[in-house]
């Protein structure tokens, strides 16, 4: 996500399972209830991730989501929906919490029987006939609306014609009951049903073709590949699917308001050869199709959605903004799909990795097709960068919310601030090694969750030694390091001091 156009702790652990956080306290005392054949009470639980502790599940890993929404034509009333989800369980439970907040609950099933289902803070607790033990497989059915209703924080936003999702970081449980938090990806289906007249589309690719009844249509979609539910979108609206080919035929489907298609041709016609400028600095695409969905919205920032980029129209429209400041903003989210979508945090603290990366080939990309320069870029990054620490902490160390409270991750210091540490990683290890470490990167952790301390072992890997000591100055220090190879770079007041 980019919020607007762009106008020494100790080193965090591995975490002990490959998908899912630690537990919290609530969770594990949970488990041992089960364990003794006491009921467990009923309380919104979560994996313990810092920056939104009730966020995720314990208990179970997600394989798959099957999710049914039917749209009416009226964007600010509920749609019908019926979620499915596949799961395997990974300790006992004697209920099975959902992130799932935002919408009625009509019914729900585990494993083909009915179940009682209550609201706990932002979980949907599920209350099997039996509980589930280790190995065995969940199939949890929950038929439900879901609400786009302004003046409430919603995952769905309302776009002149329709519908289009913005998930990221904490609003896919607003949508669709889920366990929502990038640790748990998982395989998607999207089955949308709308007035004809309108079309839908989602990640990935059609699941068959599109099936009429009366004056409705549906269509399906698939992914083919593991994703975070932040990364989920569909959209429904008065648009056309615009199709042309990418690097090794890779099929590329744009999706944009019908009335504007040929005013936006100019843009979408670039997305191949950034595509090409990409492969060649990190590898071969990762995912099954990619394309631009350019949606009649106002939302302040644009959106790394798996497969189907979100961009406001407005920014393609709006004489100020130059054209090579789109491009770099076409780039910064088609990188995404490698760091961050691709390879996906592991934690929300983890984040640095991919908005850094993203920022990163950005800068890089309008150095070279601009002659802007990024060295200028990092310098004056390196000039703010204590103070976005101090507004926002080190950049794999953001600043908790206060109890009780929310509190967002996309700050300064985790865009060009992380951006500056991959300058400053380059200083230190050299061009080649750098450029090695990133095509290693993606490759190394396609389709899964990697997390800083990954990062760090792979990069002293290629270093030839210990980057330990560079990381924990450069990733949790208050203070933002002397940058390598530039005695002479000086950091700037903090504000307030």
């Keep these: 996500m980019l919020l607007t156009a762009r106008t020494t702790a100790a080193r965090p652990k591995a975490l ?8 919290l306290v609530t969770a594990t005392a949970s488990a041992a209830l089960v364990a003794a054949g006491a ?29 049914a929404f039917t749209y009416r034509g009226d964007n600010r009333k509920p749609l019908e929906a019926v979620t499915k989800i596949d799961a395997r369980v990974t300790q006992p439970l004697q209920r099975v919490n959902l992130d799932f907040a935002h919408g009625k609950v ?30 065995e497989r969940l199939r949890i059915t929950v038929r439900h609306t879901s609400d786009p209703a302004t003046g409430k924080k919603s995952g769905w936003l309302r776009t002149t014609d329709g519908l289009a999702m913005a998930n990221q970081a904490d609003a896919a449980h607003l949508v669709f009951p889920c366990n929502d938090h990038p640790a748990d990806k998982a395989m998607f289906t999207f089955r949308v049903t709308a007035p004809k007249g309108l079309t839908a589309v ?87 199709t990619y394309g631009l969905l350019i949606a009649p919205v106002k939302t302040g920032f644009e959106l790394e959605t798996q497969t189907l980029s979100l961009f406001e129209e407005r920014l393609f429209t709006l004489p100020h903004i130059p054209e090579w400041n789109v491009d770099a903003l076409m780039v910064h989210e088609l990188a995404h799909q490698w760091f961050g979508d691709s390879v996906s945090p592991q934690t929300w603290s983890d984040l640095w990795l991919s908005e850094g990366h993203a920022t990163w080939y950005e800068a890089l990309y309008t150095e070279e097709r601009t002659q802007r320069s990024l060295e200028d870029r990092m310098r004056e990054a390196y000039r703010d960068s204590d103070g976005w620490r101090a507004d926002g902490g080190p950049p794999a160390r953001p600043k908790r919310p206060a109890p009780g409270q929310k509190i967002s991750p996309f700050r300064p210091v985790v865009y060009d601030g992380s951006a500056l540490v991959l300058y400053a990683l380059r200083q ?12 290693q990167w993606v490759r190394a952790h396609r389709d899964g969750n990697a997390t800083t301390a990954d990062f760090v072992r792979l990069a002293s890997r290629n270093a030839g030694r210990d980057l330990g000591g560079f990381f924990d100055a450069w990733l949790y220090g208050e203070k933002t390091p002397p940058m390598p190879g530039h005695p002479d770079w000086r950091k700037g007041p903090v504000r307030g001091k």
């Design 428 to 439: 230190e290890m050299g061009h080649g090694a750098f450029a090695r470490l990133e095509r």
């Design 106 to 135: 009509r019914s729900a099933e585990v494993n083909g029987e009915s179940v009682r289902s209550a609201s706990s803070g932002e979980d949907l607790v599920l209350t099997p006939a039996e509980p589930v033990g280790p190995g």
């Design 202 to 288: 989602a990640n990935g690719l059609p699941a068959g073709g599109p099936r009429h009844h009366g004056s409705t249509t549906t269509r399906a979609y698939r992914t083919h590949h593991p994703m975070a539910t932040e990364l989920a979108q569909v959209s429904i609206g008065r648009s056309t699917v615009l199709h042309r080919e990418g690097p090794h035929g890779l099929p590329l489907r744009d999706v944009v308001p019908t009335k504007d298609r040929k005013a936006l041709e100019r843009w979408l016609k670039k997305t191949p050869g950034q595509m090409e400028w990409m492969e060649r600095k990190v590898g071969r695409y990762p995912f099954e």
């Design 39 to 67: 009921p467990s009470p009923i309380a919104p639980l979560g994996i313990g991730d810092p920056l939104f502790p009730h966020l995720g599940n314990p208990g179970y890993d997600v394989t798959s989501y099957d999710i």
């Design 16 to 23: 002990r399972t490959p998908r899912i956080a630690a537990v």
